[in-house]
C-alpha cells in the first residue's frame, strides 16, 4: 500500500477585506443664515435664577418701585426691569455698570430680563446709586417675607458674623487720628506765638487786643481772627505812611520794618487758618474713628485676612455685620468700627426698625462675648448663644492647672475671700470702677494676698513686686457663668454647632465663588445699597439651585444610584426645609420612586 503523505504546511487563503472608503459627515452650519427665535424665554431653563428674579421682582407691588418718582418729563426705564437686570448681573460676578450693559445686548437671560430694552452704563449707574438706595430696604424685607412664607427660613436661630470688604479707595490715602491731634497741637502752639507776638506790637502802639480774662477763653479761631485784624491794620496804616514818606532812605527803613509783618499776615492766611480749617474738617470725619481715607471718606482702614501680601496690611474697608439662616441672608449692616463687639448693638438695634420677625436665638462668636452685649441680651430678652473669649481655653486641661488663674483657686463666699495654692488668705481690699474710651463703666472687685513674702510659687503666680492682686468682675463673672450654662445645654449646643457651616459658607460663596471682594461704590450709603445687592442677588441664587435640584430633568439626567444618595442626604441634612409642600411633592416623585426601581 502506498502511505498517504500530507504535506508539511497547510497553506490557508485568507481574504483581505477591502477598505471602505467613508467621507466625514457634520451637522449642518450656516451662521449667515437667517434665524427667528419665536420666544426667547424658551432658551431658559425653568429653574434658571433668571426666572427666579421675574417671579420675585413681579410678586412685589408696583406701587414699591413706584414711590420714589416724582413724575413729569421724560419717560424712564421701568424700575422693575432696571431691579432684574442688575440683580441678574450680579448673579453673575458682574459688578462694573459698563459691564452690566454689555450684557444687555450679549446675554440672552439679560435680554429677556429686560424686553430686549438697552440702557446705556450711565443710566444703569444711575438707577443703582440713586433708586435703589431708596427701594432696596423695602424690597429686601419683601423677599424675606417670601422666604418664611415659603419656609425656606423660621427667622428663629439667628446666625451672626461679621467680615471686611475692601472699600473703593486707594490703600494710602490714610489720615490718623492720632498724627491729626500731634500736628494740631503744634498749631495751636504757633497760633498762641503769633498771638502773644502781636499783643506785644499793640501794647507798644498803646492798643489792647482783648481784655486779659478774655485771653485764656478764646478759641483758636477767634484769636486767628485777631490776629489779622490787627496786621492788616497795622500794614495799611504803615503803607499809608511810607506813602507820603518823601525821603527815600526812610521810606526803605520803613518798608523793611514792616516786612516781618507782612510775612507774619501771609503765613496767617496761607498758613495757619488753612491747617486750621483742614484739622477741623478732618476731626469732624473721624468721629469715634482712628483712621479714615482721603478717597473714601467713610472707610476705616482695617486689617484684611486676604491682603495680596499675606502681611496683614491695612486697608481702607467695611465692616459688614451679616446674620443667615440655612444659608439664606437674613439681615444686614455695614460699620465703620473694625471691630465685631462695638457692632453688636447698633445691628440689633437697626433689625429692631425694621418689619423682620425678631429671632428667637441669636447665635455668635466669641468676638461678640462682651459684659455689655450680655447685658444688652437681657435687656431685649432673646436667648444669646455667645460664648466669652476665654470660653474655649477654660476647657484645657493646662489652664485647670494654671495656678495664675484666680479661678482654679478655692473660694469662700461668706467670708468673701479666697485662699491662694499656698494656703494663704487672699481678702478683699476694695472696689474699683473701669470706664472705657466708648464710655461703658465696669464694677471690680480687689483682692490682695495677706504676704506673699518667701512664697515660692510666687514666681509662678505673678510677676508684681508686691502682693498678688485679684481683679474680679462680678457682673460678668455671673454672665459668663449663664453663658456657658446655655452653650453646654443639649439643644443650644447643636444650634451652635451649625455656626461654622451658616454664616463662614455665605462669605465664601461672595467673597471666593464670586469674587465680590472690593466695593464698587463710595460712601455709606451707597456702600450699604451695594452690598444689599450682594445679598439678595445670594438669595436668589440659593433658591434656584434647589429649584435645580428638584427639577424633573435634573434626575433624569443621573446616572447613578449613588448620586441620588448623595442629594438625598444633603437635603435630609436640611430637612427643615422639607415643611415646604413644594419641596415634600419633589421629594416624594424623584427620590422615593428612584430608590425603588434601583431596588
Same mark, same amino acid.
Not at 450654662?485 to 451652635?496: C, H, P, R
Given at each position: ?5 500530507? *504535506?508539511?504546511?497547510?497553506?490557508? &487563503?485568507?481574504?483581505? *477585506? ?18 427667528? !427665535? ?26 414699591? /418701585? ?9 419717560? %424712564?426705564?421701568? *424700575? ?14 458682574? $459688578? ?26 450711565? =443710566? ?97 479761631? #477767634?484769636?486767628? =481772627? ?30 523793611? #520794618? ?32 482712628? %483712621? ?7 472707610? +476705616? ?18 465692616? @459688614?455685620?451679616?446674620? =443667615? ?7 444686614? +449692616? ?36 462682651? &459684659? ?8 431685649? #430678652? ?52 473701669? =470706664? ?9 472687685? !480687689?483682692? &490682695? ?12 503666680? +505673678? ?37 461654622? @457651616? ?70 435630609? $441634612? ?6 415646604? *409642600?413644594?419641596?415634600?411633592?419633589? /421629594? ?12
Amino acid at each position: 500500500m502506498e502511505q498517504t503523505k500530507l *504535506p508539511l504546511t497547510i497553506q490557508e &487563503e485568507t481574504t483581505v *477585506p477591502q477598505k471602505r472608503n467613508s467621507t466625514p459627515t457634520f451637522i449642518p452650519y450656516d451662521n449667515q443664515q437667517t434665524t427667528v !427665535i419665536f420666544d426667547i424665554q424658551d432658551l431658559i431653563p425653568s429653574h434658571h435664577v433668571a426666572r427666579v428674579i421675574d417671579q420675585m421682582i413681579e410678586s412685589v407691588e408696583d406701587k414699591v /418701585f413706584f414711590e420714589h418718582y416724582n413724575g413729569g418729563g421724560r419717560s %424712564s426705564y421701568h *424700575p422693575k426691569m432696571m431691579t432684574k437686570v442688575i440683580l441678574y448681573a450680579y448673579s453673575q460676578k458682574v $459688578y462694573s455698570c459698563r459691564e452690566i450693559a454689555k450684557l444687555v445686548e450679549e446675554n440672552i437671560p439679560t435680554m429677556w430680563l429686560a424686553a430686549l430694552q438697552k440702557p446705556d452704563y450711565r =443710566t444703569i449707574n444711575r438707577f443703582r446709586t440713586q433708586q435703589m438706595e431708596k427701594l432696596l430696604p423695602k424690597l429686601f424685607e419683601e423677599m424675606i417675607h417670601q422666604l418664611i412664607e415659603e419656609k425656606h427660613i423660621t427667622m428663629e436661630n439667628y446666625f451672626l458674623d461679621g467680615t471686611k470688604i475692601e472699600a473703593s479707595a486707594n490703600k494710602y490715602s490714610f489720615v490718623w487720628k492720632k498724627a491729626t491731634t500731634k500736628f494740631e497741637a503744634k498749631l495751636q502752639e504757633k497760633i498762641e506765638e503769633a498771638y502773644q507776638q502781636i499783643q506785644t506790637i499793640t501794647d507798644k502802639e498803646g492798643h489792647e487786643l482783648s481784655a486779659q480774662d478774655e485771653t485764656s477763653s478764646l478759641t483758636a479761631e #477767634e484769636k486767628l =481772627t485777631q490776629i489779622e485784624k490787627a496786621l492788616v491794620k497795622k500794614v495799611e496804616k504803615e503803607t499809608t505812611g511810607i506813602q507820603l514818606e518823601e525821603d527815600v532812605q526812610v521810606r526803605k527803613e520803613k518798608r523793611r #520794618e514792616l516786612s516781618p509783618v507782612k510775612k507774619l499776615l501771609k503765613l496767617v492766611r496761607e498758613d495757619l487758618g488753612p491747617r486750621l480749617v483742614k484739622y477741623k474738617q478732618q476731626n469732624a470725619l473721624f468721629g469715634d474713628r482712628n %483712621s479714615y481715607s482721603k478717597t473714601d471718606t467713610d472707610a +476705616t482702614f482695617m486689617r484684611m485676612k486676604d491682603d495680596h501680601m499675606n502681611n496683614g496690611q491695612l486697608k481702607p474697608g467695611y465692616n @459688614i455685620q451679616m446674620a =443667615t439662616e440655612n444659608q439664606f441672608i437674613l439681615f444686614y +449692616t455695614i460699620h465703620q468700627r473694625p471691630t465685631d463687639t462695638r457692632c453688636f448693638k447698633p445691628h440689633i438695634e437697626a433689625l429692631k426698625n425694621t418689619s423682620l420677625p425678631f429671632p428667637k436665638n441669636v447665635i455668635a462668636d466669641a468676638g461678640y462675648g462682651s &459684659e455689655e452685649n450680655y447685658l444688652y441680651s437681657l435687656e431685649e #430678652e432673646f436667648e444669646a448663644l455667645i460664648p466669652y473669649n476665654t470660653f474655649l481655653t477654660e476647657q484645657k486641661r493646662s489652664y485647670k492647672k494654671d495656678i495664675r488663674h484666680a479661678s482654679n483657686w478655692a473660694y469662700d463666699e461668706q467670708k468673701d475671700e479666697y485662699t491662694c495654692p499656698n494656703n494663704r488668705k487672699v481678702l478683699f481690699k476694695r472696689y474699683s470702677t473701669r =470706664t472705657d474710651k466708648n464710655g461703658f463703666t465696669r464694677d471690680f472687685k !480687689i483682692y &490682695e494676698c495677706e504676704d506673699c513674702t518667701d512664697c515660692p510659687l510666687k514666681s509662678q503666680c +505673678t510677676k508684681a513686686a508686691g502682693n498678688r492682686q485679684v481683679h474680679v468682675n462680678p457682673v460678668y463673672e455671673e454672665l459668663k457663668a449663664k453663658a456657658k450654662v446655655n452653650l453646654w445645654s443639649e439643644s443650644n449646643a447643636q444650634i451652635y454647632a451649625r455656626r461654622k @457651616i451658616e454664616v463662614e459658607s455665605v462669605f465664601g460663596h461672595i467673597k471666593g465663588n464670586r469674587s465680590f471682594r472690593r466695593f464698587s461704590l463710595r460712601g455709606l450709603a451707597k456702600v450699604q445699597t451695594e452690598f444689599g445687592i450682594v445679598a439678595m442677588a445670594h438669595n436668589l441664587l440659593k433658591i434656584a439651585g434647589l429649584r435645580q435640584l428638584l427639577s424633573v430633568n435634573y434626575y433624569k439626567n443621573r446616572k447613578t444610584g449613588e448620586e441620588k444618595r448623595i442629594v438625598f442626604l444633603h437635603l435630609f $441634612y436640611f430637612r427643615d426645609l422639607l415643611d415646604s *409642600p413644594f419641596l415634600v411633592v419633589r /421629594f416624594q416623585c424623584f427620590f422615593i420612586n428612584d430608590f425603588k426601581d434601583e431596588e
